[in-house]
């Protein structure tokens, strides 16, 4: 069955191969992953009203939706859409940014210890955010930049040094690992050569947190979105490719290391902007695209799936924080933390029972 489009091409749905084509173009759909992304922004969306409605002045999920739409109750408009929507917003983008830089970088190196926030590159964008936090006094967007810059030069550090006649998914861990145990060092000293003030405003910062986040850090992690998602998107089936080995990708005409380059360079950038926006989430890029894995149960990067989970993961660690705590004053990264904790754990009982460990 086909119907026709305004330039008369012809569309076909093949929905036993998850395929659309129009015209000369072709789509390749998995049905399942698709169901899998509704999914999780429909969950996504739910968390988001109820950590709306969580604070002090509780509202009902009806309530905010009411306000959404401009006839919620006397004074909630102010609480909701200035105070508390922003917040809710920054943890699903700042989630969506984190999960799709950790599938890319795990995909990459063919290792789900690949996450930014292990081989290095979160920690170089928290360094260069922390020395313009403290040695600077820097505002928002000067803490952006300085983000940026920190995980731009880690990654440039870490890919020069990883490099021999190519790089490779093993050396870039290994580098990476290195590379993060000097920035915590750095950190750790530009942290306590701070001042009482400034440490203590760096101190919640460095374990990730939602407190006191507005419309500017909303639309600092949408920059980064807007930039660097179509990138990823655009790359997803090379990085599919270059999962199976560099030869077989460069046979299938994919240069492999431009391609990796483009892509790391897209990872760092969404890495740079989540933690420029909420700071460094432990354990949300490395979770994220491996809980995507599972629940898809596709081969591949899985970028999109692996995003909205790390929305989700991202948005109900702000709600549990909460409704545990009775306020907003513990960091998110608390939760993601223990979580992620946890979550290893899990997953070492279950290799040691399948006999692997």
């Known amino acids: 069955?086909?119907?026709?489009?305004?330039?008369?091409?012809?569309?076909?749905?093949?929905?036993?191969r998850g395929r659309v084509r129009a015209g000369r173009y072709s789509l390749r759909l998995d049905l399942r992953t698709a169901l899998v992304c509704l999914v999780l922004i429909v969950i996504a969306a739910i968390v988001v009203v109820l950590s709306v409605g969580t604070g002090t002045y509780e509202l009902s999920p009806v309530e905010v939706v009411r306000t959404f739409a401009g006839n919620g109750p006397p004074g909630a408009e102010f609480i909701v859409l200035d105070l508390r929507l922003p917040r809710a917003l920054v943890a699903v983008l700042v989630g969506?940014?984190?999960?799709?830089?950790?599938?890319?970088?795990?995909?990459l190196t063919r290792n789900p210890l690949?996450?930014?926030d292990i081989i290095g590159f979160g920690n170089g964008a928290s360094a260069g955010a922390l020395v313009a936090?403290?040695?600077?006094?820097?505002?928002a967007p000067q803490t952006t930049l300085g983000a940026v810059f920190g995980g731009f030069a880690t990654a440039t550090a870490v890919y020069l040094l990883a490099w021999?006649?190519?790089?490779h998914g093993y050396r870039l861990v290994l580098v990476g690992i290195g590379a993060s145990a000097v920035l915590g060092a750095a950190t750790s000293y530009v942290y306590v050569r701070a001042d009482i003030g400034k440490a203590a405003q760096a101190a919640s910062?460095?374990?990730g947190s939602l407190n006191a986040r507005g419309w500017v850090d909303v639309r600092i992690a949408a920059l980064g979105l807007l930039v660097c998602v179509p990138v990823v998107l655009g790359y997803a089936r090379r990085l599919t490719l270059l999962e199976m080995g560099d030869d077989t990708a460069g046979a299938l005409g994919v240069p492999p290391e431009s391609s990796r380059l483009v892509l790391l360079s897209a990872g760092t950038g969404l890495t740079a902007m989540a933690v420029a926006a909420a700071g460094p989430i432990p354990f949300l890029a490395m979770a994220a695209p491996q809980l995507a894995r599972r629940v898809?149960?596709?081969p591949g990067p899985n970028v999109l799936p692996a995003a909205w989970m790390g929305a989700v993961l991202a948005s109900t660690a702000d709600l549990v924080t909460q409704r545990v705590t009775g306020s907003a004053l513990m960091p998110v990264g608390v939760v993601?933390?223990?979580?992620g904790g946890l979550y290893l754990a899990w997953l070492l009982m279950g290799e040691r029972r399948a006999h692997r460990l």
């Open 1 to 16: 069955m086909g119907e026709k489009t305004r330039q008369g091409a012809e569309v076909r749905w093949d929905l036993r």
């Open 96 to 107: 969506f940014g984190t999960g799709m830089a950790g599938a890319v970088f795990q995909s």
């Open 205 to 207: 910062w460095m374990i």
């Open 164 to 167: 021999r006649r190519g790089v």
């Open 336 to 339: 993601t933390g223990i979580g």
């Open 114 to 116: 690949g996450s930014p």
């Open 133 to 139: 936090i403290v040695l600077l006094n820097a505002g």
């Open 296 to 298: 898809t149960r596709a």
